[in-house]
């Protein structure tokens, strides 16, 4: 297997057994941290994290990671650069493909991440997008198969707005790696149609298949894997919050969902989410809307407290991983020799 120079804009890019490749050399690479082996390969090398958008997993598995294995790193945040304000994204992909060795982009548009990758002769990796985040998908994919041994022929099933970066690059994932992916959401959060027929072309090749479901009971049952995301995603307009809440609210992953699914069933979200009163916009949110959704008066909005607190709950285990996987398409995209 060889990436060295491959960009990582979408998995829809990637083949099954090279996404397979990359979570098992995350897995590689998760062991030996743990047993203190050092994996220095990329000494010397520097790569740039650009983000346009907040950041906590994201940012921090880039830098742990890019430090474990060498090399150095540039953050530069929202305010921090020229890029969109005084130059274009095609100069800055010229001026930082000069300087650096590799490229992460955190941001609004895809054609964004896809210029910079263009432009910059240099791998770029997609820290999300509104369209996409496959850094979070590989890390996911560890997961589960650290929890059940296999990805393939699991009933993988997603709860909130699949039409988001995170439902568009789960029903890829899934299609990829042969699993079942359902997607449970009013029909109008149901991921756009001409992704749902490139998916459905994929299924056919690795025996996964997709199915959307309205009813959450339904849709919860037979699962392996429940997932979900925040209502409102990054970049969205404030005023979105209620209609989403009215939409998505018999959506929320409660105990009776989780009980409706397989018993060994594990609940999975990307984080941050939303599970109690201890942020701003969860205080903001439950006090703006709260009289009329008794969940949300607890700050509880996609998932109740309850469960995500629970011992079906990946969820950390799972932002743990967002470093072992990105170290992992670091090392294989920078270096050929690491065997
Ligand atoms: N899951 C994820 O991408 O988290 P951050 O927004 O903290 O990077
Ligand atoms: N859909 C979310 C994912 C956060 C990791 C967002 O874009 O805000």
Known sequence: MNLKGRSLLTLLDYKTDEIQYLINLAKRLKEEKRQGIPHRYLEGKNIVLLFQKDSTRTRCAFEVGAYDL?????????????MGKKESVKDTARVLGHMYDAIEFRGYLQTDVMALS??????????????????????????????????????????????????NSLMIGCAK?????????????????????????????TGATLSF?????????????????????????????LKRIKELYPYQVSKDIMKAANKKAIFMHCLPAFHGL??????????????????????????????IESKQ????????????????????????DYE
């Open 278 to 307: 201890d942020t701003e916009v969860g205080q903001q949110i439950a006090m703006e809307f709260g009289d009329q959704y008794p969940t949300v008066k607890h700050g509880e909005l996609e998932v109740t407290d309850e469960v």
């Open 313 to 336: 709950s990946v969820v950390f285990e799972e932002a743990e991983n967002r470093m072992h996987t990105i170290k992992a398409v670091m090392l294989a995209t920078l270096s050929d």
């Open 118 to 167: 263009e432009f910059s002769g240099v791998p770029v990796y997609n820290g999300l997008t509104d369209l996409y985040h496959p850094t979070q998908i590989l890390a996911d994919f560890l997961t589960i198969q650290e929890t059940f041994g296999t990805l393939k022929g699991l009933n993988f099933t997603y709860f909130g707005d699949a039409r988001n970066n995170m439902g």
């Open 70 to 82: 060498g090399m150095q790193t540039t953050y530069l945040g929202p305010t921090g650069s020229q």
């Open 213 to 241: 479901e309205t009813d959450p009971l339904k849709g919860a049952k037979d699962s392996d894997i429940i997932y979900t995301d925040v209502w409102v995603s990054m970049g969205e307009a404030k005023d979105v919050w």
């Open 177 to 205: 790696m042969g699993m079942h992916f359902k997607a449970v959401a009013p029909k109008a959060l149901w991921p756009r149609k001409e992704l749902i027929e490139v998916c459905e072309n994929i299924a056919k090749e």
